[in-house]
């Protein structure tokens, strides 16, 4: 894990993007499919709530696994969106999925020291962006909550960026996974500060122009959710170049790309 000149982090933007190039169909079908057994498994009692959060690191499996099929000239069929629920690496996914929803839910309540809890509320639906609650948004200090729980979230995700793909691919237990992580984005700090200023800009800038273009209304909304599928997926590619360039290229996969 040697360390990276900031100009690595665009690079990896424009290999997200080349990779997404050669299979985009099946690449945002797998989006796609991951959406819709989120959304299953949110009507299960009391857990169903959590489980979108808790599926993240099992889904993250399925995209890294389908850019490594990419870059072996395979083609992506639907059932590698069932790559992360193989075991035994399962187990240790699940349980880095309730990490998430931890480092969330504790980012969540430091917030609230700096605006007693608005912007907690306005995540969770217990308050909406009305002309009801103008007044209270306007008092809130919901810029410097954001900040808070930025500033508390930003070292777990640090901890959880290439935690799945080193428990599937490299087998590693949940806290080594992490620990590698961890030092893996501190190492390479400054690439990634680039990288996510880029997807920043990229995400800004496609909303910017969809907006100027039709406006505020219903068929902006309509053009926007697709492009915020492809952003996503790409997003996806990106993260899968990055550990590709500080971890390697797997030497094994843990099971063969399945078979129509």
Avoid at 103 to 128: H, K, P, W, Y
Avoid at 192 to 207: C, E, N, Q
Avoid at 216 to 245: E, M
Wanted: charged share 10%; hydrophobic share 60%.
């Amino acid at each position: 894990m040697n360390k990276l000149p900031a100009s690595t982090g665009w690079l990896w933007v424009k290999q997200g993007l080349a990779l997404f190039r050669r299979q985009p169909a099946a690449l945002s079908t797998l989006l796609l499919g991951s959406m819709f057994i989120s959304l299953l498994a949110s009507v299960v009692p009391l857990l169903g709530q959590f489980m979108p959060v808790i599926l993240v690191p099992v889904f993250s499996v399925a995209f890294m696994q389908a850019c490594l099929d990419i870059e072996q000239g395979k083609r992506i069929v639907p059932a590698r969106l069932l790559t992360g629920f193989h075991k035994p690496a399962v187990g240790t996914l699940l349980k880095l999925g309730v990490l998430y929803l931890c480092a969330a839910a504790l980012a969540l309540g430091a917030s609230a020291l700096a605006d007693g809890g608005v912007l907690f509320q306005l995540i969770t639906g217990q308050i909406e962006a009305n002309a009801d609650t103008a007044q209270q948004l306007k008092e809130a200090n919901l810029g410097g909550a954001m900040l808070l729980a930025c500033a508390v979230y930003i070292p777990a995700a640090m901890a959880f960026c290439f935690a799945a793909p080193l428990i599937y691919w490299q087998k590693m237990a949940l806290g080594k996974a992490i620990f590698f992580s961890f030092f893996a984005v501190l190492r390479a700090l400054k690439a990634f500060i680039v990288f996510a200023l880029g997807w920043f800009a990229i995400t800004a800038t496609v909303s910017e122009v969809v907006i100027m273009l039709m406006g505020r209304s219903q068929a902006a909304l309509l053009v926007l959710l697709p492009l915020s599928v492809i952003l996503t997926v790409l997003l996806h590619c990106s993260f899968y170049a990055s550990y590709r360039q500080i971890f390697g290229l797997p030497a094994t996969t843990p099971e063969p790309a399945p078979q129509e």
